[in-house]
C-alpha cells in the first residue's frame, strides 16, 4: 500500500489536525528540508518505532523542520531510542541536528 505522502496526509499520519497554520508550517517544513522526497516515506515508519520508547516526530515550534524527540527518562529506553534513529538516519542518508541538553533531533535533510 502507498500513501501519497502531501502534506495535508503526513499530518494526519503523525496526529496534527490539518488546518490553515499546520498546513502551512508542514509546506515550510518540506520547502526548507533538502531532499524531502528522498526519505519521507520513511518518516511515518520512524515514528511508529520510536512510539515504542516515548519518542515522535513532530513538528518544530521554534525552526521549520520536523523534530524526533524522545520524552523517556529511562536510560534504556533512550539508548534504544538513539540507536533507532542513528540507524535510520544511517539508511536513509538524513543529516540530524541533535539539540544541546535533550533528547531531541532536527531532521535538517538528505545528505
Not at 526548507?32 to 518544530?60: P, Q
Not at 523517556?72 to 539539540?99: C, G, H, M, N
Request: charged share 30%; glycine share 4%; net charge negative.
Amino acid at each position: 500500500m502507498n500513501i501519497d505522502l502531501t502534506p495535508e496526509n503526513l499530518l494526519i499520519q503523525l496526529g496534527y489536525p490539518v488546518n490553515d497554520a499546520t498546513l502551512e508550517q508542514m509546506k515550510r517544513i518540506i520547502a526548507n528540508t533538502e531532499g524531502f522526497d528522498k526519505f519521507a516515506k520513511h518518516i511515518l515508519t520512524l515514528n511508529d518505532e520510536v512510539k515504542r520508547y516515548a519518542g515522535i516526530v513532530a513538528l518544530s515550534n521554534s525552526k521549520d523542520y520536523l523534530k524526533i524527540k524522545c520524552d523517556s527518562t529511562d536510560p534504556e529506553e533512550i539508548q534504544a531510542f538513539r540507536e533507532i534513529v542513528e540507524r535510520w538516519s544511517e539508511k536513509y542518508k538524513v543529516a540530524l541536528e541533535k539539540v544541546e541538553g535533550k533528547e531531541t533531533y532536527y531532521i535538517l535533510g538528505h545528505r
